[in-house]
């Protein structure tokens, strides 16, 4: 993958951000997945006036490909118009680590800075479905 011409999925976490709706903190996230189907699937964050029940871009565009029956990620590409590069919260990454365990993440922002990293780098000793079924099996 490393040889991957991530140009389009930049664009479409571009055209995220411009899509976000954010007219409470006027911080316009954008990201996009890119499926091994070769799809890609963009998202924005989206707010609310109940302000906890706002979405982030990386869980929109994540959702919307498993929406559309993707399983399989292959990148994901988050940008923010902040001096140091994207920093996913701690929900998207725990989001990120079982939608996407596989995948390639890519931190940009809009002056042009990327970074690549991976989902286990992102949040490491994680929680995940291995403890629920350890759990289960001491009854
Ligand atoms: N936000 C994201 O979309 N992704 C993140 O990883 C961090 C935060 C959004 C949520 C909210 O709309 C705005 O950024 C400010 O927190």
Same mark, same amino acid.
């Given at each position: 993958?490393?040889?991957?011409?991530?140009?389009?999925?930049?664009?479409?976490?571009?055209?995220?951000? +411009?899509?976000?709706?954010?007219?409470?903190?006027?911080?316009?996230? @954008?990201?996009?997945?890119?499926?091994?189907? @070769?799809?890609?699937?963009?998202?924005?964050?989206?707010?609310?006036?109940?302000?906890?029940?706002?979405?982030?871009?990386?869980?929109?565009?994540?959702? !919307?490909?498993?929406?559309? @029956? +993707?399983?399989?990620?292959?990148?994901?590409?988050?940008?923010?118009?902040?001096?140091?590069?994207? !920093?996913?919260?701690?929900?998207?990454?725990?989001?990120? %680590? +079982?939608?996407?365990?596989?995948?390639?993440?890519? %931190?940009?922002?809009?002056?042009?800075?990327?970074?690549?990293?991976?989902?286990? +780098?992102?949040?490491?000793?994680?929680?995940?479905? !291995?403890?629920?079924?350890?759990?289960?099996?001491?009854?």
């Amino acid at each position: 993958m490393e040889q991957y011409d991530y140009t389009e999925l930049i664009r479409a976490a571009q055209t995220g951000q +411009e899509r976000a709706y954010a007219p409470y903190s006027r911080f316009a996230v @954008g990201a996009a997945v890119l499926t091994a189907s @070769g799809h890609i699937f963009p998202g924005c964050n989206i707010e609310n006036a109940a302000y906890p029940v706002t979405m982030c871009a990386e869980r929109v565009a994540l959702f !919307s490909a498993y929406a559309a @029956g +993707e399983r399989e990620i292959v990148a994901i590409a988050v940008i923010t118009a902040t001096d140091a590069v994207a !920093s996913p919260c701690g929900a998207c990454r725990q989001v990120i %680590l +079982e939608l996407a365990p596989r995948s390639i993440v890519l %931190l940009l922002n809009t002056r042009g800075d990327q970074q690549i990293t991976t989902p286990q +780098e992102l949040l490491p000793a994680a929680f995940g479905a !291995s403890q629920l079924s350890e759990a289960k099996e001491r009854g």
